[in-house]
């Protein structure tokens, strides 16, 4: 009976041990505790990885500025491999580490989850780099995204096909045949959709097919490839994930089918170093819609932003011996953004820290990425300020050359011409 | 204008891709499901670590290749007793233990070791794609209009040559005799003075050696990462099941009809539609043919 009591007292004193613990919070030591979601294991871990190096340039580089509210920002990190493990690192963020902002967590898979755990608990959520266009649709208030969402990657997308490629294949945009190839996540599915939408709603373009494939259990893309070369498509507009890009393209080149162009967005499959690894300059041509890379143009940025931008590049460079990758850039813009608030509003309180967020309003060519700033009320930031560009495969570079008047690098073989002459 | 609906040479062109994409992927297939069914066939243990047997063998070609440039075909000839090790190895330190156990202990037992054999992959060796692009990994062959890869071509030759092997093994060798009484009744095997033990042993190994060997035919055509056996293996349990358990032949013959149902349901139906029709033809067949389209009646109680 005695052990069982004190079982119990102690159990009791741990509790609230823990508690007094949690509401001490951030610690008057002149740090600032940040909460930070990645996949740092499992299926997406490659890409959270580099999120996370991003978060850490960025990070030093703000603490090296003075950090926020004058305190230096360190990160709780938590592992958010899948939906539920987000949830439960964002609680145990919140409870055990007392973080009162949460950031992260690269996969549209995840900041879904992750998110609603945070707002049950009024923590603030700050996303860098999802793109699901349900992410802000759902009236929470303690939401926030930095980063484009999905239907404005379509959107991009179909600008770029109408405006820079049709009169460069003499054609009008309404003369144009394209056809969608997509993976069927959440992801592939909402670019696609919004491609879809706009391109004939606004421009007319004929669609000849449509496809949709489950990019992990996919191994021959022949019979697509088949179909498609009979269709004969000026434009091919091909979200992939990974290994999809790379076999598709290759068996492109096999079964001998010959477009105009493709067209990708964002940092997976085409997007990927890795497309450039597995084909060198047999993969010179595909499109990708992106962050920026070699060929920006700072001086068509604001002084600050060029400053961030060489600093920035400089950093990643030190750090992995390579060009910043998307994921590098939407991690570090994300934090700076962060950063932009906390400094306007001095606290994380939700609602000051909110009407800091709304009152942010800054061009684009502001800040890194060349990205500008404009939240809506649903905490999305306005798509037409969060510049994207159009990069292109050439000779195992992803270059950037679109809109021009930020790039020194220009597009080429457009249209593609045959598979053997794209040197 | 639908291009399916007049027959003229366009059409036979693309008749003919399709029938070489068909056997040519095909012949992946059959490479990966002879080890399964071997292993399911004999030992009755569905292994869900397969896949990973496989991914290591992709590995071993990518790491012999990015570090001292030797092409998948030289790595082929070590990697034939190198995963047959492995095989006897894990066999020992895993299957031993649940050989004799419930299937619900084999599963959790396989699944285990499958996930183990990923997360290990990612730590060793982190999850980016990986690629090897020896000279004939671009190397295209053309008869017709037809367009032929000519590492696909190697992989089907290989399957073949596999499955006649081991076809030749299980019906006129002494060992393949005595694995294949060990299947139909393992008490009476043991009776009879065989050694089941070491026949478990033998066949876990030849398992792992055959989806060793494929790791590394594949390398050159798919890319390598922790879980890309995932991206096979389901696929595999579905030829199996089709071609009936330790079907050698059988192997063969369910994986171009999965092949088949793949190239000609993404061209007709659309790619979306492809896993319902395989898997319903799966079903089909458990609940008309439950011992596989060629197995004899019955051959699925066998051992159990």
């Keep these: ?423 | 204008m639908d291009p399916a609906r007049t027959l003229g040479p366009a059409q036979i062109d693309v008749l003919a891709q399709l029938f070489v994409s068909t056997i040519l992927l095909g012949g992946i297939y059959a490479l990966i499901a002879v080890g399964l069914t071997l292993i399911f066939g004999i030992m009755r243990v569905v292994n869900f670590a397969h896949g990973e047997f496989l991914m290591l063998g992709m590995y071993l070609a990518f790491w012999s290749f990015a570090l001292y440039g030797l092409d998948p075909y030289l790595v082929l000839v070590a990697a034939i007793p190198l995963f047959f090790l492995t095989g006897l190895v894990t066999y020992a330190l895993v299957m031993k233990g649940v050989i004799r156990a419930s299937h619900n202990v084999q599963i959790f037992t396989t699944v285990g070791l499958s996930i183990a054999l990923q997360n290990l992959a990612l730590v060793l060796w982190t999850g980016d794609f990986r690629f090897v692009r020896p000279w004939h990994a671009s190397v295209i062959l053309r008869v017709g209009a037809s367009a032929f890869n000519l590492s696909q071509v190697v992989a089907f030759a290989v399957a073949v040559a596999f499955t006649i092997g081991l076809f030749a093994f299980m019906k006129w060798t002494h060992a393949g005799r005595v694995m294949r009484a060990t299947a139909q009744d393992r008490d009476a095997a043991t009776l009879m003075g065989i050694d089941t033990d070491r026949v478990y042993r033998l066949t876990f190994a030849i398992g792992i050696a055959c989806v060793g060997v494929a790791g590394v035919l594949v390398s050159p055509l798919y890319s390598v990462y922790p879980t890309a056996g995932l991206q096979f293996v389901l696929l595999a349990y579905v030829v199996v099941v089709l071609g009936g358990l330790g079907d050698m032949v059988g192997a063969l013959l369910g994986s171009v009809i999965v092949a088949s149902v793949e190239v000609v349901g993404s061209y007709v139906v659309g790619s979306a539609w492809k896993e319902v029709l395989y898997f319903l033809l799966f079903i089909a067949v458990l609940v008309f043919r439950p011992a596989g389209l060629f197995g004899q009646r019955g051959a699925e109680n066998l051992g159990v």
């Design chain 1, 1 to 423: 009976m005695h052990r069982r009591h004190l079982v119990v007292v102690s159990a009791v004193v741990l509790a609230l041990a823990l508690v007094a613990g949690s509401s001490s919070g951030q610690a008057p030591s002149g740090e600032y505790k940040i909460g930070l979601l990645e996949p740092l294991t499992g299926p997406l871990a490659f890409e959270g990885k580099r999120h996370l190096e991003g978060y850490e340039i960025m990070r030093d580089m703000i603490n090296d500025r003075g950090g926020v509210m004058g305190k230096k920002i360190t990160f709780a990190v938590g592992d958010a491999t899948d939906p539920t493990a987000a949830a439960s690192e964002a609680n145990r963020l919140i409870t055990r580490d007392g973080v009162k902002i949460i950031t992260g967590t690269y996969s549209s898979t995840l900041c879904g989850a992750a998110s609603e755990a945070a707002s049950r608990q009024n923590v603030i959520y700050w996303e860098s780099s999802c793109v699901d266009p349900r992410f802000a649709r759902r009236g929470l208030k303690n939401v926030f995204r930095t980063e484009i969402d999905g239907t404005g990657f379509g959107w991009y997308n179909i600008e770029f096909i109408a405006k820079h490629l049709a009169h460069r294949f003499n054609l009008r945009p309404n003369q144009l045949k394209i056809a969608f190839i997509s993976e069927d996540s959440s992801y592939g599915q909402g670019v696609t959709e919004a491609a879809r939408q706009r391109a004939k709603q606004e421009f007319g373009m004929q669609e000849v097919a449509s496809e949709y494939y489950a990019f992990a259990s996919t191994n021959d893309f022949t019979p697509i490839i088949v179909k498609l070369k009979q269709l004969n498509p000026d434009v091919v507009h091909h979200i992939a994930r990974g290994n999809d890009a790379v076999l598709f393209w290759r068996q492109s080149r096999e079964q001998q089918f010959v477009f105009k162009a493709l067209v990708h967005a964002g940092a997976t499959g085409y997007g990927s170093p890795d497309f450039g690894k597995a084909l060198g300059a047999d993969g010179n041509g595909p499109f990708v819609l992106a962050e920026p890379g070699p060929g920006l143009r700072l001086d068509a940025l604001r002084p600050e932003a060029q400053k961030l931008e060489r600093e920035f590049t400089e950093a990643v460079k030190k750090r992995t011996g390579a060009e910043p990758y998307a994921s590098h850039r939407l991690a570090g813009a994300g934090l700076w953004l962060l950063k932009l608030v906390l400094d306007e509003a001095k606290t994380d309180e939700l609602d000051r820290f909110r009407s800091a967020v709304m009152s942010l309003d800054l061009p684009v060519g502001s800040t890194l990425n060349g990205w500008g700033v404009k939240f809506a009320e649903n905490g999305q930031n306005a798509n037409e300020r969060v510049q994207h560009y159009m990069l292109q495969w050439q000779n195992g570079q992803m270059a950037t050359v679109w809109p021009e008047e930020f790039t020194t690098i220009r597009a080429k073989w457009i249209p593609l011409g045959p598979w053997d002459q794209r040197k």
